[in-house]
C-alpha cells in the first residue's frame, strides 16, 4: 500500500514522517557542491542533476538504488525532483517529489523543552538552518529569545502554555536570518528589550550590562559579551542557563570578522576572548543554550546544549591564551553566511516580507568561526 495518494509531498507532509519516524529514504539529486551546502540530514545524494536535465531516459536504471522503503525526491526548486520521482516510478519504486524543493526546508522547524523547578525552557530549533529560538515561562509569563520564525509560531507557542509574551529579546544583529523580534514585539504587545545601540532604525528598549529582567517568578540578567559583534549579549538564568547567542557555540564559538575589516576583526577577537573568560567564570555546571547548532537537529526532542564543564573541557578554543587565540580564530575562516549583507540590512531596517525570505534566508548557518 502507497503511504499517500498522491506522487509530490508537501514540506509539512515530509516533516510528519520525520517526526514519525516513519520508514522513507530521501533522495537527493542536486550537485555534490549543492548538498555539501545544506541538505536534509540522513539524505542519500545522487548527483544525476545534469543527467536528468540533459536526457529522457531513465537515468536511474544503471544505479544501484536502496529499495526497501518509500523514497522522497528532493532537488533545487522542486521541478527535477518531479522528474525524477516519474523515472523512480517506471523503476518500480514509490516515489515522491518534493515540493518547493530543499528551499521549503528552511521552514522546518520543532521543538524541544526542560523544566526546571517551575521555570519551563523550550528550545525551537529551525532544523534546516540550525537557529534556535527560546521561549522561557514562569507563572504563565513569558520571554522570547532570538525568535527565528514567524511570529505566528510564538504566539501560538505561549497560547498552547497559557503564557504572555512580556519580552521579546534579541542576542545581537543577526547576519543569517531575519529577525521576528519587532514584528513578535508589535503583535503581542510586549516590550521589545534589545542590547544598546545606535544601529537600529526603529525604536526598542535598549539593555545594558547587567540589567535584570523579571518575568513570572524569575528573572534573566543580560550580559554584554562582544565579540562576535560590537553588540552581542548574553541572557543568563539564575547561574543554571546561559542563552549564549551566537558567542558560545556546542562546537566553537561566534565568528568576529563579518562586517569587519582585518584590523576591526582583530579588535573584536580580543573582545571575544575577553567575553569567553567572561562565561568561563560562570559555574561549571551551567546549562549553555546556543544561538545555533551546525550539525543536523533531530525530531528527538533531546535539547542541544552542553554543560559549561563539559565544553571547556571539549573546545580546544576555550582552552588557549589571548595571542593564540586570536591566531587560530583569524585563521581559515570559513565562508561568509550567504546574503549575509542583505540580511543584515534588513534587521537594520527591523522590515521583510516572508517570500523574499524563503530565498535569501535558504542554506546552513555559518555564524561560527568553525568549518
Ligand atoms: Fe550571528
Redesign the pocket.
Known amino acids: 500500500m502507497s503511504l499517500f495518494q498522491q506522487h509530490s509531498l508537501s514540506i509539512a507532509q515530509l516533516k510528519h514522517i520525520l517526526e514519525n519516524n516513519l520508514p522513507v529514504h530521501i533522495f537527493d539529486v542536486r550537485s555534490q557542491a549543492d548538498f555539501d551546502q545544506w541538505h536534509i540530514p540522513d539524505s542519500i545524494l545522487l548527483p544525476v542533476n545534469e543527467a536528468l536535465q540533459a536526457t529522457d531516459a531513465n537515468v536511474f536504471k544503471e544505479l544501484t538504488l536502496v529499495r526497501d522503503h518509500p523514497v522522497v525526491v528532493v532537488c533545487q526548486e522542486g521541478f527535477l525532483s518531479q522528474k525524477a520521482m516519474q523515472q523512480l516510478r517506471d523503476l518500480h519504486i514509490e516515489a515522491y517529489s518534493l515540493e518547493g524543493g530543499i528551499r521549503q526546508w528552511t521552514k522546518v522547524w520543532n521543538t524541544a523543552e526542560i523544566q526546571i523547578d517551575t521555570t519551563k525552557i523550550i528550545q525551537i530549533r529551525r532544523v534546516g538552518k540550525g537557529c534556535l529560538s527560546y521561549m522561557i515561562i514562569s507563572d504563565n509569563m513569558a520571554v522570547v529569545i532570538d525568535p527565528a520564525l514567524s511570529s505566528d509560531v510564538f504566539i501560538n507557542l505561549a497560547t498552547q502554555h497559557q503564557a504572555h509574551i512580556k519580552y521579546v529579546l534579541d542576542t545581537?544583529i543577526?547576519?543569517?536570518h531575519f529577525s521576528r523580534a519587532k514584528d513578535l514585539a508589535n503583535k503581542t504587545d510586549a516590550d521589545l528589550m534589545l542590547p544598546d545601540q545606535n544601529v537600529l532604525q526603529y525604536d526598542f528598549h535598549p539593555l545594558k550590562d547587567g540589567d535584570l529582567l523579571h518575568f513570572g517568578q524569575t528573572y534573566l540578567k543580560a550580559l554584554h559579551t562582544p565579540g562576535?559583534t560590537d553588540e552581542s549579549f548574553s541572557y543568563l538564568w539564575l547561574d543554571k542557563v546561559l542563552f549564549s547567542g551566537?558567542v558560545l557555540f556546542l562546537n566553537g564559538v561566534?565568528r568576529p570578522d563579518l562586517k569587519s575589516d582585518q584590523q576591526m576583526a582583530i579588535q573584536k577577537t580580543e573582545k571575544l576572548y575577553q567575553s569567553l573568560q567572561k562565561i568561563k567564570s560562570l559555574p561549571d555546571e551551567t546549562l549553555i543554550l546556543p544561538?545555533h547548532f551546525s550539525g543536523a537537529i533531530r525530531f528527538d526532542q533531546n535539547i542541544v546544549g552542553d554543560t559549561l564543564i563539559n565544553l571547556k573541557e571539549q573546545l580546544d578554543l576555550l582552552k588557549l591564551n589571548q595571542p593564540d587565540f586570536i591566531q587560530e580564530i583569524l585563521t581559515d575562516m570559513p565562508d561568509t553566511p550567504p546574503n549575509f549583507e542583505n540580511i543584515v540590512d534588513l534587521n537594520i531596517k527591523g522590515e521583510a516580507n516572508e517570500k523574499d525570505l524563503l530565498q535569501l534566508e535558504a542554506g546552513g548557518n555559518r555564524?561560527s568561526s568553525q568549518k
Request: proline share 0%; with cysteine.
Open positions: 545581537h543577526h547576519a543569517d562576535h551566537d561566534g544561538g555564524c
